[in-house]
C-alpha cells in the first residue's frame, strides 16, 4: 500500500457506521410507522398574526408541505412570535447608526384532539444598519425580519422533524 495513513481511516470509517447514524428525511420510521417527511405534511400551520407571522407562515409551510397540504391534518402548530428592536451605535448627536432585531418564535405541536405534544421556543438576533436615506434603513430592517424569520422557521422545522424522529 502507497498510503500507510489509509489504513489508520478505516477504523474510523467503520465506526461512524456502527454509531447508529441516520438521516432525519429519509427512510426512518417514526412512531406509527409513516417517514418524518410525511409526519410533517400532515401538519397543519395555523394563522401568525401580522405581516411576520404571514411571512413565518408561509417559510414553514413552504418547508413541511413537501406534497400538497393536509386534507385532514393530524397535528396543529400554533407559533407566537415576539420581536425587540435595540439603537446600537449611538453617535454624539442622540442618533442610531445601527440597530439590532431580537425575535422569539413561542411554538406548541398538538395532535388532532388538542393534546400538547411538543412545546418550545426558537430564537434570532439580526442586526442592520439604519441609514441617512429613508428606504435603505427600510429596505435593511425588512432584510433583517426575513433573516430572523427564516432562521426561527428553520429551528421549528428542525426541532419538529427531531421530535418525529426519535419518538419510539
Known sequence: MKNPNA???I???LVLTACGFSPVYGSHQAEDGSPVADQLNNISVENIADRDGQVLRNDLIDRM???NR???PAYKLRVKITSTEASLGILANATATRA???MTGEYILT???????????AHSVASF???DQIYGSVA???SAHERTLHEISEQITNRVSLYFSERK
Open 140 to 142: 435593511a430592517r425588512q
Open 100 to 102: 439590532q432585531l431580537d
Open 11 to 13: 477504523p474510523y470509517l
Open 111 to 121: 395532535d388532532a384532539a388538542g393534546n400538547e405534544m411538543l412545546r418550545g421556543h
Open 7 to 9: 489504513i489508520l481511516i
Open 70 to 72: 393536509p386534507v385532514t
Open 129 to 131: 444598519d439604519l441609514l
Open 65 to 67: 408541505y413537501g406534497k
